[in-house]
């Protein structure tokens, strides 16, 4: 999916990739949005749509690099495969897997706004 060529790097290389690209961004997000809320929703309900801006814009830009799986050389020739082709063994496990999410987040959903329902009874 996203057409790394055989990797060369150390595995303290890739430590410090793993904790400075995604643990710490990851760690630092959590505690802005704490710190915000705790000042203002309103400052917190900016940064939220900022996040959701800036993922949205992100997901815009690399969207054809999403849809196909393959190698970097089959994507820049126009080769790699759809996750919807039949010839693609992952399609069928990541469309499942989405199906799966989906009915989850629906479950999940209803679960909150009936308990929602009885706690405003109450």
Sequence with gaps: MYFLEEPNQSWQVLTYLLVFFYYFPYILGFFLGYELKNKSRFL????VFGL???????????LDRYRVIGTR????????LSFLHP???MGLVMNLCTVIL?????FVFYKYK???RK???L
Excluded: H, K, P, Q
């Design 102 to 106: 989906i009915l989850d987040y629906v």
């Design 114 to 116: 009936r308990e929602a």
């Design 52 to 62: 959701l801006l800036i993922e949205i814009l992100l997901i815009f830009e690399l």
């Design 119 to 121: 706690t405003l009874s």
């Design 87 to 89: 010839d693609n063994t």
């Design 44 to 47: 917190w309900g900016c940064f």
């Design 73 to 80: 050389e089959e994507f820049l020739n126009g080769t790699a």
